[in-house]
């Protein structure tokens, strides 16, 4: 029954909020609150009267600092927007994030405190979403890219109502266990949508989930039903404006037409090093002008709450661009002696500054106190929101009804449960096919997946032809054309990884990919590492994968790659040989959806070797020949991507001599390592410890596969401009020199 | 005598052109030139009526292409700018290009070709410069962002009369062991400054290049000696404009008002993945103005040669602001089928197209060929060059005489050669001294060393507070300040990385520092492997080095890093553990000036350890303490930073037990690797195959360290955010569990 069919896939995704960190002890019990001296305060009374005289008195203005220009007006009273449920659900917002800071005398303060009333109307007036379904698919999705001031976003979830966040959530901020970490993590707090702390990555995630959101628009509401249809906001820092990558992610969203994303940018001029004065004098409204943004400058975002609301109706009313809405805020508001100034940015205000903050604010509870017409008045959301999900699954009923099959699809999309045999899609060679460069078997899994796979989107950083990377069947995603499924990104890696884990992170069944050099990693390893970190199953094909790119030189010629991401908690570094391994990849890479993939893939053409198998890459490292009995061979030959046929070549000549060989594909160290120890020893069996491995990369970390006895054979000093072939021949990497190296063993 | 001094800093400088790749043999001698069929070119003449007929046929305009929409004006006449020299000496710069690319088979031509004219005039017109000595100080610096474009820069290198670029190396472009490899490179190509290709990092270079001549000039220039003194220009395309770095460093450049700098950006609307209308339709001229750049248009590149030479002139006069030139042009210019489309940005034209290249440009001469007259008119440039130089020793001479104390100073910032006894300034320490965060004693080197080394400068990306790099004597470099030595970099790692590189580059004596968290050094990763790479001994200044930063947590905790950098070729990574090995890895990073340093240190409290010393960490690895005799400990604990302290408490406890422990301090695996077999055998002797290691990050990598039987205590999953001592208990990096760990061997 289609009526029913939709609870079910909210219940599904309800089951996500798995994380790889599992649960711990909270920390801090309530009521353990030292440090608090209220007893000055007990006198205060709730009344308005009382709040204004306590705010008359804000001393911001009054404080002698040469540099401390009060750029908002900070001293406003707030009578003006005759909403004191307004003030007193910002002050709440404002107290929650100074206490749980001051609990765990460690934190962010500045930002919650001036940012607290555009949270307020983002959370308590604009957003759509369902505090007891974090996971409900036509939410609102909010990023805080200024990920350092998450007690903004904590204290906002805590009074929506979100079950992730409690009191004790909030008294455990920072601790052991907590489901409120230093930054928001997505896989520890259901409510926040992607992870962020390392600034720019939350804006350029929040181009993704506008992305995600507008592709899926495209393809599936019809003329009568609006099935996806959400907005995304952002709120961003001084600190990702200044970061490259925002500004790559920000050239996109405008030439997308992201029309529905809003990014909020906190203007309050003081970085961790002081004013921003000192290296940021730019002017951030001409620039997002020139990347082609709709510009509001809200210039009272202290107290101009009307100001604030006016400037979200009209971005919304900007259909085809994204809108940047500059709201000049004084960081710390409300502290009579931090606000304004970088000492409030990261640090507990301390006893006697939270002391003097409530006194100039008014405010008279104890620590972590909701007022209970503040709870009343949040308490709504919890059965808006479930009223806002239940109004929606009714239409997808409806739409269900009317449109089958794009119901169908889009139901797997939303689950996250891929059409049954999808892997059958993938291809299979023989020996007998065709040598060919992985990159261009790559291309042939990715058109053989897009059509079993209707999730499968992305792209490459203008090297499309490089990367073998186009859908053929599909166009281009562009602004007039979202429902296309080839990404252009341009050249912007760093941008790129980081939108596409926005978009992994939209809708468990969309799988990006993204496609660049695999030595212009180094440009994108902040995003790739959030990938691991955030369980975004993206999937990064990176192509020209050593030295046998050739004539480009060491510039271009990943050397170290390998092993740094082997480094790499949570990640799966994949470098198939042939055909029948890229398949393999492609497999594992799509399975993995709660850790991203990087495939590492020739320019070069490779034979397809007998042996290999896509079985035998799930298993990271496998026997693909031998012609010793026993699990006793000899020698055993360790070959990764391009050097397996070598080592393969180098066996069949040492068998001629008699000698018993085994060759070994190490496709991936990752999914090796999790194997059962008895299949580890049938691969690499203790005893035979004459081992060689080849691989055009760094001899770093081969130590532990070779063991003290054995040879790698590798490349520890930068590549060289050349013919690949004169490459790998100066360098060592050939038939002859295997042989010669195992026979010194 | 002084007027004997200049020329020997020349002299020294000239010594400079060593490269780590060393030489090698040349391919292809000059001879060998397969695939021209000249035949049907050679009625044709040099005189102008017969260029002027080809060029009127000139056929761009005559394609229909839908998407090939010629933006410049590719098809006027050269007859306006009446210097048929100008028109003859750029189709030679085109030529040479086409015909590399095409003998090498494999090479950028687009760009050359398009930008041959602003190419001419900077290298003929513009640029003072001595080809017989590269390393003139005063020079003119020129930066090619576009890197993969370099057969323009050894074209006009070899016009100008460089040694490096003579036409045998023009033959070997690409060839193994050749001085014109596949991007520019300044450890290959005496006259190339930077290295280029990777996109984005030149411009940013290019800024750290002018800032270094701001800061000299504001530091050694007198009212009537302007003895620093020159400008820094570079060409970057499309994909340079699309990077993040870009807008990083160009937002800097603009922000320290570096007037000298003047950039010409290739607008010729073609990338890699086809017309960059797919994802690049920003205003680059609004966002530049927004960064307050000086932004001028050249609206016909191809042709307009005084409209470049206003430009360039308009540029100088603005004193205050960084000049960007657009210059729109047409990739591939003179081509008749391949112009203005993505096939030419990349690969040779083929012998049909070079065919018709030539009759379109009305070009009758052999491959390589650079016509008599073109080559006399260039030939002034060795004369002129040598003039400018010994003008320029004149004048230092008279500066010597009159500013004694700065001439020295300038003379051994521009030598490289450090005042005798500058490591005596390091401080050391005593087991007694307070113990104390290695990003404090790092503080406390800086400090000391900024004294007594005068091109010591740098800072860091909004963390200075935090990464403790505030030279204290010293002020903000900033656009009225550029005598100052604290660099302020805002939250821009990437361009601050690559700006460093471009600082160490300009000035042997220059010592760059550049500062963040030791995780977002995934931020600035393209920069550091650049910095490797190009031999610039960049000292990077990385605290916050492990879980041990605590509540920050995962997004902020660096786990695979130091793995990444071990692996990385030609960077030293060092982990100091106190006071004493800090100021050692600051004199080992101080004497690396043709290699990076990364400074791995801690923002918690750590001990003065026993046994530590700065010799020791010259060597890498060292005993710091044992109570065993005769190289023949029972068991070795092997640590590095801050879990040097755990494994010297832990080998405490076990000699209490009676067991004989050494100790070995790891703090560079480089370092060590480079030691003597006998040396490494003295601190980690073969037969001691019970060691135990301990470091909070990935294990990945220790196993040749610690050999099949040991163990290694480590971090293999991601950080948590909590108190950091909380952390290190969870994950087991404790002395009790090093001492049961080691019970277990």
Chains 1, 2 share one sequence.
């Not at 709730?46 to 709040?51: D, I, Q, T, V, Y």
């Not at 532990?704 to 790698?712: D, Q, R, T, V, Y």
Request: charged fraction near 20%.
């Amino acid at each position: 029954m289609a009526a029913s069919s939709s609870p079910a896939i909210s219940q599904s995704l309800v089951g996500r909020a798995i994380s790889h960190h599992g649960s711990a002890d909270r920390a801090d019990p309530a009521g353990a609150l030292p440090g608090f001296r209220l007893s000055n305060l007990a006198g205060l009374s709730l009344e308005s009267s009382s709040l204004r005289t306590a705010r008359r008195m804000h001393p911001v203005l009054n404080r002698a600092s040469p540099r401390a220009t009060v750029r908002a007006a900070s001293v406003e009273t707030l009578e003006k927007t005759g909403t004191s449920m307004v003030e007193k659900s910002v002050n709440t917002i404002r107290f929650l994030a100074i206490d749980a800071v001051e609990k765990a005398n460690s934190g962010h303060p500045g930002l919650p405190m001036g940012c607290a009333p555009m949270g307020h109307i983002l959370y308590d007036e604009v957003m759509r979403y369902n505090p007891k379904n974090p996971y409900w698919f036509n939410r609102d999705r909010f990023v805080l890219s200024a990920g350092h001031g998450c007690m903004l976003q904590y204290a906002l979830m805590h009074l929506a109502g979100y079950d992730s966040v409690k009191e004790d959530d909030l008294k455990s901020f920072r601790q052991w266990g907590s489901k409120t970490p230093g930054h928001p993590e997505n896989f520890e707090t259901p409510g926040v949508e992607v992870t962020t702390g390392p600034l720019g990555q939350g804006i350029a995630n929040a181009v993704g989930l506008a992305l995600a959101e507008k592709h899926l628009a495209a393809r599936y509401n019809k003329p009568d039903v609006e099935i996806v249809d959400h907005y995304t906001y952002a709120i961003l820092g001084d600190g990702c404006q200044m970061e490259g990558i925002a500004n790559e992610a920000c050239s996109l969203a405008a030439h997308w037409g992201l029309g529905k994303l809003i990014a909020f940018y906190d203007d309050n001029h003081i970085s961790i090093d002081g004013d921003t004065e000192i290296a940021f004098t730019e002017s951030v409204d001409t620039r997002f002008e020139g990347l082609g943004w709709h510009v509001i400058w809200v210039k009272n975002g202290n107290t101009g709450y009307d100001e604030i609301r006016a400037a979200i109706e009209e971005a919304k009313s900007v259909k085809d661009k994204p809108t940047l809405i500059k709201v000049t805020t004084t960081i710390g508001y409300g502290s009579p002696n931090k606000a304004n100034s970088y000492s409030i940015h990261g640090s507990a205000l301390g006893v006697k500054e939270v002391e003097a903050t409530r006194q100039n604010l008014g405010w008279p509870f104890e620590p972590f106190h909701v007022p209970k017409d503040v709870k009343s008045h949040w308490g709504r959301h919890v059965p808006q929101g479930a009223a806002l999900e239940a109004e929606w699954n009714a239409k997808f009923a409806e739409y269900e009804k009317k449109y089958k099959e794009e119901a169908a699809e889009l139901k797997s999309l939303i689950s996250g449960v891929f059409p049954a045999g999808w892997e059958k899609a993938l291809p299979s060679y023989t020996p007998e096919s065709p040598a060919d460069a992985t990159r261009n078997l790559s291309q042939q899994c990715l058109n053989a997946l897009a059509k079993v796979l209707p999730g499968l989107l992305g792209g490459s950083a203008d090297l499309a032809s490089s990367n073998m990377t186009l859908l053929k069947m599909f166009g281009n995603f562009q602004k007039d054309t979202p429902q296309e499924r080839n990404l252009r990104f341009g050249v912007r890696e760093h941008g790129m990884g980081a939108i596409c884990n926005g978009i992994a992170l939209h809708t468990p069944g969309l799988i990006p990919y993204c496609a660049t050099f695999f030595v212009f990693t180094d440009y994108m390893r902040a995003a790739m590492r959030i990938s691991a970190l955030c369980e975004a199953g993206v999937i990064y094909v990176m192509t020209h994968d050593s030295i046998g790119l050739g004539e480009d030189g060491p510039t271009h010629q990943p050397i170290e790659h390998l092993a740094s991401f082997r480094a790499m908690p949570n990640i799966l570094m994949l470098r198939p040989a042939d055909g029948n391994e890229t398949a393999g990849a492609y497999k594992v890479a799509v399975v993995n959806r709660k850790r991203p993939s990087v495939l590492a893939l020739s320019r070069q053409k490779l034979a397809q070797l007998p042996g290999t198998s896509i079985e035998g890459v799930e298993k990271g490292g496998y026997i693909i020949s031998d012609n010793a009995s026993g699990n006793n061979p000899e020698l055993i030959l360790i070959g990764t991507g391009s050097e397996l046929e070598i080592a393969a070549k180098a066996a069949d000549e040492l068998r001629k001599e008699g000698k018993k060989v085994r060759v070994v594909s190490l496709v991936s160290w990752e999914l090796f390592d999790e194997q059962s120890d008895a299949y580890k020893e049938s691969v690499l069996p203790a005893a035979v410890s004459a081992r060689v491995s080849i691989e055009a990369g760094t001899t770093f970390g081969w130590a532990k596969i070779i063991g003290s006895k054995g040879k790698a054979i590798g490349i520890d000093r930068f590549g060289a401009s050349a013919p690949a072939g004169r490459i790998y021949k100066e360098f060592g990497l050939t038939v002859e020199n295997v042989i010669a190296v195992a026979k010194s063993l």
